[in-house]
């Protein structure tokens, strides 16, 4: 099992350009998410789905899109980079939503806005 | 809203040192609560889980009881290792949402 996987692990843009960062789970997984990672905020939730077809917005939505047409991929698009989404950015997924449910982690697209 | 709160790292400690990082929590519901560990240009992977009051989760010498009346789920070590060097995360997870919270992470760095 691949698990979780990402890419590209490192990406630079310029300001203005987008972008899609992929994200794919091979463990059938109903829930996925995106998160940001910055120093001292810890994670923040950018968006999640529960199923295919269906998404939703975190916390920290504004400049990104996501869709969710099968079961394994959740890609995530910058519309139009900015230097504030500068981030490491890390996607995940669970067997289903639930409270005691655990969530597994990508390794991670660090993304640098210049 | 609900919220999480640990205790500002770093946190340096000496091999076979006993550790305790704090980590409390706000839930209007009735919370699961995680620790997941952050090694070096890796994703986050889960540490133990509590899923209700007085659990006590544990796993590879880590511990964390989930305390309803403190609002607290600390983790404690009682001798770390340099291995043990990571960021160590605090979250929780409320019914009838889909969303975790984060704390803001604390950096351990264990020294031989």
């Known amino acids: 099992n691949a698990g979780v996987t990402q890419t590209p692990k490192f990406q630079v843009l310029k300001t203005g350009q987008s972008m899609t960062l992929q994200c794919a789970q091979d463990?059938?997984?109903?829930?996925m998410s995106w998160y940001r990672q910055d120093p001292g905020m810890g994670l923040r939730l950018i968006h999640y789905s529960v199923g295919a077809g269906i998404t939703d917005q975190g916390e920290v939505p504004n400049g990104y899109n996501v869709s969710r047409s099968t079961t394994e991929d959740f890609p995530l698009r910058l519309l139009s980079a900015a230097p504030s989404q500068t981030s490491v950015y890390f996607c995940?997924?669970?067997?289903?939503?639930?409270?005691?449910?655990?969530?597994?982690f990508g390794p991670g697209t660090r993304l640098t806005v210049t | 809203g609900d919220s999480v709160t640990q205790m500002e790292g770093p946190v340096t400690l000496s091999e076979e040192a006993f550790l305790t990082i704090n980590c409390t929590y706000t839930a209007t519901g009735y919370p699961s609560l995680f620790w997941y560990v952050q090694y070096p240009g890796e994703g986050l992977q889960l540490l133990l889980k509590a899923t209700k009051a007085d659990d006590k989760g544990s796993n590879k010498g880590f511990e964390a009881t989930y305390r309803k009346e403190t609002t607290s789920f600390h983790l404690e070590k009682g001798s770390v290792q340099v291995s043990d060097s990571a960021v160590y995360f605090c979250?929780?997870?409320?019914?009838?949402?889909?969303?975790?919270?984060f704390g803001t992470g604390t950096r351990l760095k264990v020294l031989a």
């Open positions: 995940a997924s669970s067997p289903r939503q639930g409270v005691t449910e655990e969530q597994y």
């Open positions: 979250a929780l997870s409320t019914s009838g949402t889909y969303k975790y919270i």
């Open positions: 463990m059938n997984h109903e829930y």
